[in-house]
Each structure stands twice: as structure tokens, then as C-alpha cells.
């Protein structure tokens, strides 16, 4: 099984700054089989990449996903108040898996 | 427009075995290539893929849980159930339907996901 590990856990920045989360892999990820999706409090996740860099329908193009192999990122190029979340990336296949979230809250 | 909505007992008790329904619409199950997976999520911790059905019946479980899972489904009422088995108090977490794309038996990404129903394991 593939383990994703997200770093930072945590991200303090303030409105309009660039956010750069990470994902590592244990092994390598076949194809750039790997999405992001966004969580807000009390509200099922969100897809925004899939593909690594594939935005999702609807998805400000603030979002950007990048990487392969072992190393995945997901930029967001200007906070906006309403993406301070928590983000989760996922690896594809027979029995996908999650990282543990980085939480992108406010400075 | 494709919506999932989770429902199912709030509380069970150790022991028991949990009972969750997945009612959707805007796709059919009976469609070739339309899957529906479980995931939950355990309070303040991350995500947790748990199973899949597929439009023909295949399923697939996680590999930590599957002697305590079963998934099945019912087409003629969009409907996906989700079994477990021996429910325990670490199994206390949102539980989340979702559709999936997916290539075979490679699960892609989960879009969208229903809003999550909170199951309580305690005596």
C-alpha cells in the first residue's frame, strides 16, 4: 500500500499570499495518478486536481497541481479568504489512499 | 446534477453491525462504468477509503477492513448499502459516499461526495 505523507501539517498565511502544500509518496506513483481535494468544517471534501494538474470543473484557476513520481504539489497562487481549509491529497488504485491533510489557516 | 446523500443509524453500540445507505441520483449503477465507493473519517483525522461497487457488481474492499465489510447495492432504487460488521468504538467517524471514476479495477478520483453521516460508537 502506498502511504502519502503531507507536509507542512499546518500553513499560517495571510489573504493574497502564494500557498505550497506537499505530498510525498512511499513508492512511486503510476501515470501522475494522484488528486487534491479541499475540506472546509463540517463539509465533505471537494475534488479540485485530478491527474496531478488537472483542474476540476469549476476550480479558480488559482489552483494548480504539479508532480510525479514520488512528489506532488499544489499551488494556490493568491489565497482567497474562502481557501483556508484543510487539503487532502489521494493516490489512485485497487485500494487508494489519502495523506493526513495540511491545514492552511489564517496568519 | 449528481447528489449522494448518506443515512443510517447515528449510534451503535460495540459489537453491533452498522447498516449505512447511499440513495443517489442523476446517474444510474446499472450504467456501464459508474462506480460508488464508501470512505470515512474519524473525528479531527483523515480520510479512509473503505469499498467499491461497480456498475456490474464487482466490489472492492480495503484490505484492513474487508473480513467486516460488505457492499451492495440496489439499482432499481439508487441505492448502495454499506455493512460493518462488529462495530467497535475506533470505528467512530463520518462516513462519506461518493462516485468514482475509475479504469478498471484502478479507482480514480471521488466526485462528488455526499455530505457525510456521523456514526457514534458507544454502549
Known amino acids: 500500500e502506498i502511504v502519502l505523507t503531507q507536509s507542512p501539517a499546518t500553513l499560517s498565511l495571510s489573504p493574497g499570499e502564494r500557498a505550497t502544500l506537499s505530498c510525498g509518496a512511499s513508492q512511486s506513483v503510476s501515470s501522475s495518478y494522484l488528486a487534491w481535494y479541499q475540506q472546509k468544517p463540517g463539509l465533505a471534501p471537494r475534488l479540485l486536481i485530478y491527474d496531478a494538474s488537472s483542474r476540476a470543473t469549476g476550480i479558480p484557476d488559482r489552483f494548480s497541481g504539479s508532480g510525479s513520481g514520488t512528489d506532488f504539489t499544489l499551488t494556490i497562487s493568491r489565497l482567497e479568504p474562502e481557501d483556508f481549509a484543510v487539503y487532502y491529497c489521494?493516490?489512485?488504485?485497487?485500494?487508494?489512499?489519502f495523506g493526513g491533510g495540511t491545514k492552511v489557516e489564517i496568519k | 446534477q449528481v447528489t449522494l446523500r448518506e443515512s443510517g443509524p447515528a449510534l451503535v453500540k460495540p459489537t453491533q453491525t452498522l447498516t449505512l445507505t447511499c440513495t443517489f441520483s442523476g446517474f444510474s449503477l446499472s450504467t456501464s462504468g459508474m462506480c460508488v465507493s464508501w470512505i470515512r473519517q474519524p473525528p479531527g483525522k483523515a480520510l479512509e477509503w473503505l469499498a467499491r461497487?461497480?456498475?456490474?457488481?464487482?466490489?472492492y474492499y480495503s484490505t484492513s477492513l474487508k473480513t467486516r465489510l460488505t457492499i451492495s447495492k440496489d439499482t432499481s432504487k439508487n441505492q448502495v448499502v454499506l455493512t460493518m460488521t462488529n462495530m467497535d468504538p475506533v470505528d467512530t467517524a463520518t462516513y462519506y459516499c461518493?462516485?468514482?471514476?475509475?479504469?478498471?479495477?484502478?479507482?480514480?478520483?471521488?466526485?462528488?461526495w455526499g455530505q457525510g453521516t456521523l456514526v457514534t460508537v458507544s454502549s
Open positions: 489521494q493516490q489512485y488504485g485497487s485500494s487508494p489512499t
Open positions: 461518493a462516485r468514482i471514476q475509475a479504469a478498471g479495477a484502478t479507482t480514480l478520483w471521488f466526485d462528488p
Open positions: 461497487i461497480d456498475w456490474d457488481d464487482d466490489k
